[in-house]
């Protein structure tokens, strides 16, 4: 069955990701084939995956990350992966604002988006937006992790 020309999600092409969609999204759970399906519609389909995954975005999280290969990396452009050290904090919030300026810059090349991951935060927070919250404290976290250890070891 096709869709009625005034669907705005039907393909403009067989086989092409509906015209209007801003992204195509994969989610699961680690290892469980999300990079191979995605590697998959590349080859038929002209994307590029943002990583929707938590731990990705750490240089050096290699090993129990289910990381794409170097090789897999170089077949499609990936974005979103090895941007922090892990002593740097990346937010739901940060992500949110990385991954809808690249929706844009993708689309505007001409291409399609492909969210891949499993970090459900991230997609929730990208689909549904986030609550309005102040920024971290840092000197009030260090006061209070204070008091915690003067009560600790009183």
Do not use: C
């Not at 690249?102 to 927070?125: C, D, E, H, Q, S």
Request: aromatic fraction near 8%.
């Amino acid at each position: 069955m096709s869709a009625a020309p005034s669907d705005p999600f039907a393909p403009t092409v067989a086989g092409a990701p509906p015209a209007r969609a801003a992204w195509l999204a994969l989610a699961g759970p680690t290892a469980s084939g999300k990079t191979a399906l995605a590697l998959t519609i590349a080859r038929h389909w002209p994307v590029e995956i943002i990583s929707v995954d938590s731990a990705l975005v750490y240089r050096g999280m290699d090993i129990g990350t289910a990381k794409p290969t170097a090789a897999e990396r170089a077949a499609v452009p990936h974005h979103l992966i090895d941007i922090r050290d892990p002593h740097e904090a990346y937010s739901a919030a940060e992500f949110v604002r990385d991954a809808r300026h690249l929706v844009n810059t993708i689309r505007a090349r001409g291409r399609w988006p492909l969210l891949v991951g499993g970090t459900m935060l991230y997609f929730k927070a990208l689909f549904d937006g986030l609550d309005e919250l102040p920024p971290a404290q840092p000197a009030l976290r260090a006061a209070i992790e204070q008091l915690i250890r003067q009560f600790a070891d009183a």
